[in-house]
């Protein structure tokens, strides 16, 4: 048996490890090599954070190889435009100084940005199997009210959760809301687009969302498939808590373990409810990045937000899969059901 008919006969077994393959490898770095330039080990970082959307793209080509059309001058001004935005976005973000990068930081800007342009135009790619998948990126034409889940849910979730440690700890709500200007407000749509393109959202949702969701819809409720994700995702950040990208070491990846399980619920939701559109899941996605990255919890109000934020969002999950009565399987013919 060929190495091509073992993948295509075990997909979801070659994605998985090939995701995990690919970004622990980056995510081990910093700590194996004793990495110190945060900037350098942020960019590095972003690269394996790519890891699920390399693994879906490379699986996908092999699965259905078979040569398109392509518009080669429409998918290269994509990928050109999307290129220039992209290192705008990073540059702006990190405040990098043009005139005093080093090559290394350079080299590390253009790799993520190129990973994200290729991603972006990539529903005019050459290859059937990898052309399906980006396509995905491009359902767009899907109910106002899931743009509006997609966009406010999280930071709703938060902002309830900020209030009740505002009214439990006697603290004036004032003082944990950011004043809003201008300045902010071009600050957040530089975060935006930063976190939404380079860190995470973007390159997971192509995997995680693109490829293994929809493969596990096919051979199981979507509640027994999200699970199966949820705790295979929630393992994959693991060597950012222990290399010290994020905050708490292991207590922290613990603490994961209590919010990121019932969070991915919400994810399949999202999902199931827009024709499976990485769009509105990439959406969902930077949401929940940037309120984690912009927002200032106060310290002595953290124990209560962090114990009312756990509550909600897994009550949240609850509701979505009786709701949705998640353990009866989707009809195969769901557009968020892959057939083999």
């Not at 993520?112 to 399906?132: F, T, V």
């Not at 109000?301 to 709701?323: E, M, R």
């Amino acid at each position: 048996m060929s190495i091509s008919e073992m993948i295509k006969n075990n997909q979801l077994k070659s994605y998985f490890i090939l995701t995990f393959l690919i970004t622990w490898s980056f995510f081990f770095l910093p700590f194996i090599f004793s990495l110190t330039d945060s900037m350098f080990n942020l960019l590095l970082m972003a690269i394996g954070g790519s890891g699920p959307a390399f693994a879906a793209i490379i699986i996908s080509g092999v699965i259905k190889p078979q040569k398109l059309e392509t518009q080669n001058l429409k998918r290269w001004i994509s990928f050109l435009i999307a290129l220039v935005l992209v290192v705008f976005l990073i540059v702006s973000y990190l405040h990098i100084a043009l005139n005093s990068i080093s090559i290394p930081i350079f080299i590390l800007i253009l790799i993520n940005a190129a990973i994200a342009a290729y991603i972006i135009s990539g529903g005019l790619a050459g290859h059937k199997g990898i052309r399906e998948l980006l396509s995905k990126l491009y359902i767009w034409k899907v109910d106002l009210k899931w743009y509006v889940i997609a966009l406010l849910l999280y930071p709703a979730i938060n902002f309830i959760s900020l209030l009740i440690g505002s009214m439990v700890t006697g603290i004036s709500f004032n003082e944990i809301w950011p004043q809003l200007s201008l300045d902010a407000l071009f600050w957040f749509i530089i975060s935006c687009g930063f976190i939404g393109l380079v860190r995470g959202p973007l390159r997971e949702e192509i995997g995680w969302r693109g490829f293994a969701l929809p493969r596990l819809q096919y051979l199981y409720s979507p509640l027994v498939g999200t699970l199966i994700l949820a705790l295979i995702w929630t393992f994959w950040h693991l060597p950012l808590h222990i290399n010290g990208i994020y905050p708490g070491g292991i207590e922290g990846f613990y603490s994961r373990c209590t919010w990121n399980i019932g969070i991915t619920f919400l994810f399949t939701w999202i999902y199931n409810h827009s024709r499976g559109s990485l769009l509105l899941t990439t959406i969902f996605h930077t949401s929940i990045n940037t309120t984690g990255t912009l927002l200032i919890i106060p310290s002595n109000i953290s124990g209560i937000w962090g114990l009312a934020f756990i509550a909600f969002i897994n009550i949240a999950a609850i509701l979505v899969i009786v709701g949705d009565k998640m353990w009866q399987k989707l009809p195969e013919k769901s557009e968020a059901v892959y057939n083999y």
